[in-house]
T-cell receptor
Framework: DGGITQSPKYLFRKEGQNVTLSCEQN?????MYWYRQDPGQGLRLIYY???????QKGDIAEGYSVSREKKESFPLTVTSAQKNPTAFYLC??????????????FGPGTRLLVL | SQQGEEDPQALSIQEGENATMNCSYK?????LQWYRQNSGRGLVHLIL?????REKHSGRLRVTLDTSKKSSSLLITASRAADTASYFC???????????????FGQGTILTVHP
């Protein structure tokens, strides 16, 4: 089945700890995105990548880092500099080079909690 | 800043009734999309309407777009309990050019359909 997966479903972070959220897609999409969602809120863009080995900051990049070494993978690291990391994190992808380029396909999300 | 703002924030109706949600945005756009999110899950794309379109249908969904008022509406006809979810509008915000897939989401409307 084609799709986008995120792991883990739940993640617990201790003070001062970096944690990495996984995002993998087998849709052969060029672009990938990370969003943060707080309770009762919309999605805010953290980072996005249009091509391998290239990525740009979104609206709330501080305290986060990403890499895009493979087309299929776009991991997000929540660093200790992110002082309020508790949120629901959503990864998405889109095909920039087809007629359906604007539609984004979302993973099931990772809920990050601070211990 | 949020590009799209949904109204109402919450909507509660009975099965069989129609549900109408509205979205307003601030800048010119190439297209506007509506997504659905079940509680604790990822978003699912519902429909995309381009800036040169005024109305679009997909099954029980009807979307309108008024670029002069910078607003859109989503109508769900003959609602079902399974339609209970949050609904988000998303805009690309780059009229006449390419947004490289980058979207800005509103804060969403929570729809509850009672059986």
């Amino acid at each position: 089945d084609g799709g986008i997966t995120q792991s883990p479903k739940y993640l617990f972070r201790k003070e001062g700890q970096n944690v990495t959220l996984s995002c993998e897609q087998n849709l052969n999409h060029d672009a990938m995105y990370w969003y943060r969602q707080d309770p009762g809120q919309g999605l805010r863009l953290i980072y996005y990548s249009q091509i391998v080995n290239d990525f740009q900051k979104g609206d709330i990049a501080e305290g986060y880092s990403v890499s895009r070494e493979k087309k299929e993978s776009f991991p997000l690291t929540v660093t200790s500099a992110q002082k309020n990391p508790t949120a629901f994190y959503l990864c998405a992808s889109s095909a920039l080079r087809t007629g359906d380029q604007e539609t984004q396909y979302f993973g099931p999300g990772t809920r990050l909690l601070v211990l | 800043s949020q590009q799209g703002e949904e109204d109402p924030q919450a909507l509660s109706i009975q099965e069989g009734e129609n549900a109408t949600m509205n979205c307003s945005y601030k800048t010119s756009i190439n297209n506007l999309q509506w997504y659905r999110q079940n509680s604790g899950r990822g978003l699912v794309h519902l429909i995309l309407i381009r800036s040169n379109e005024r109305e679009k249908h997909s099954g029980r969904l009807r979307v309108t777009l008024d670029t002069s008022k910078k607003s859109s509406s989503l109508l769900i006809t003959a609602s079902r309990a399974a339609d209970t979810a949050s609904y988000f509008c998303a805009t690309d915000g780059y009229a006449g050019g390419t947004s490289y897939g980058k979207l800005t989401f509103g804060q969403g409307t929570i729809l509850t359909v009672h059986p």
